[in-house]
């Protein structure tokens, strides 16, 4: 078999820090399963992961079979200035060692996990006569701010980028069919195009002998970046009537944002208002390798997102990480899930912002321990034959030896 030269350029941090990076670290190695491929991941910026947590000095490294490098700084600076130099520089640097691999005879293939700077990758794709694929994990929504904020010139940047430049890729890896359909629509070509929900690497999370995250009480986690996309409202608010009929249950929030202002003091204000504050826990920023014994000492996994074209894009990638624990899961019906899931058979299945059915799916799982043994058992096997690196490594290679 053919030797396959694989470079992943990603804006972000790596091998930890954040859902993309866990993502990107967990298809990177599906790729290496296949001895034949030389897997580098290219860091045009420096790493950025909260600002005591999870530091990472060095500028190259290498996990598993994947080497990786940092392109301009090794930690990416808090102020306007250096985030410019670190992500022009970084571009800079990023093309001329893509430049430099394929004269030296490398006949590679590029990846791109970020669609704001395919413009310079797609003429650098022209110049080199190389294979480009794109990863489009996410769809974002129109921010409601002013014309000219600094939110709404970024969401006008990447709509450009997916109305009019991503097109020239030569195949895409997305999240969803919602986002398959949308490239479809908007290609003028017909192009490959492989829906990849998520990767996992599920021995990370199959733990024995976890302790109860509080004795005596039945805790419902969830982990994540706990905004208005991923329902954290909506789970507190459903958690405040749950709690009011079973008093022995938990909360417990798991994650902050990756960075900038905390996000707990106002959940943790909303939870007071509701007067349970005493059953929720919110811990704040975590290692990642905290979370899958936090996840474990939970008795339910919970993932309550709204309606809204980010949740009908993107596919959750902690939800491969919930199956993973074998613990019973209430997710709702938003996306792909009815796609790929049956309600009461792999997880539950409740209504988006509907408190009464979320409410009502938490007490199928209380009540009912026969219905929950066998829905963590079918939600297993499915995430080990659809989502775990090893199992789909084949199908994913197969495309982009298609895309040589």
């Not at 990849?196 to 969830?222: H, Q, R, S």
């Not at 900038?260 to 920023?285: C, D, M, W």
Request: proline letters at 4%; aromatic letters at 12%; hydrophobic letters at 40%.
């Amino acid at each position: 078999m053919k030797d396959k030269y694989i470079k992943i350029i990603f804006f972000g941090n790596f091998p930890y820090g954040g859902p993309s990076a866990n993502l990107l670290r967990n298809f990177a190695l599906s790729l290496t399963e296949i001895e034949t491929n030389h897997i580098e991941v290219i860091l045009p910026t420096g790493r950025f992961y909260g600002r005591t947590i999870d530091a990472d000095y060095r500028r190259k490294g290498k996990f598993n079979r994947i080497t990786y490098k940092h392109m301009c700084f090794k930690n990416h600076p808090r102020n306007y200035f250096g985030k410019l130099t670190d992500i022009l520089f970084g571009i800079i640097n990023t093309m001329i060692h893509l430049t430099y691999c394929r004269l030296k005879g490398e006949n590679h293939i590029t990846m791109l996990y970020n669609t704001s700077y395919s413009f310079w990758f797609l003429l650098l794709k022209k110049i080199l006569h190389n294979k480009l694929i794109i990863v489009i994990p996410e769809f974002y929504e129109k921010p409601i701010a002013k014309k000219y904020s600094k939110a709404n010139i970024k969401w006008q940047s990447f709509y450009f980028h997916m109305k009019h430049i991503i097109k020239h890729a030569d195949g895409f890896f997305v999240a969803s069919h919602y986002l398959k359909d949308y490239l479809q629509t908007n290609l003028s070509s017909r192009k490959k195009i492989y829906v990849l929900p998520n990767a996992i690497d599920p021995t990370i999370f199959e733990l024995e002998n976890v302790k109860p995250f509080l004795e005596n009480k039945i805790t419902i986690g969830y982990t994540g970046t706990p905004t208005r996309k991923d329902g954290v409202m909506d789970l507190i608010k459903s958690f405040s009537i749950l709690n009011q009929k079973f008093p022995n249950t938990h909360l417990l929030i798991i994650g902050d944002l990756i960075n900038g202002n905390s996000l707990v003091p106002q959940l943790r204000k909303y939870a007071e208002e509701l007067n349970i504050e005493a059953n929720i826990t919110f811990t704040g920023l975590v290692l990642y390798s905290k979370i899958p014994a936090l996840l474990n000492s939970c008795q339910i996994l919970a993932l309550t997102r709204p309606n809204g074209v980010f949740a009908e894009a993107g596919f959750p990638t902690k939800l491969g990480e919930y199956l993973a624990c074998k613990k019973p899961v209430l997710i709702t019906k938003i996306g792909d899930i009815p796609l790929y899931f049956k309600n009461k058979v792999h997880l539950i299945i409740a209504e988006p912002e509907n408190m009464e059915s979320i409410v009502a799916g938490f007490e199928s799982i209380l009540t009912d321990t026969k219905l929950c043994n066998e829905m963590t058992e079918n939600g297993y096997n499915w995430m080990k034959e659809n989502l775990h690196y090893k199992y789909i490594s084949g199908k994913l290679n197969d495309f982009l030896s298609e895309s040589l």
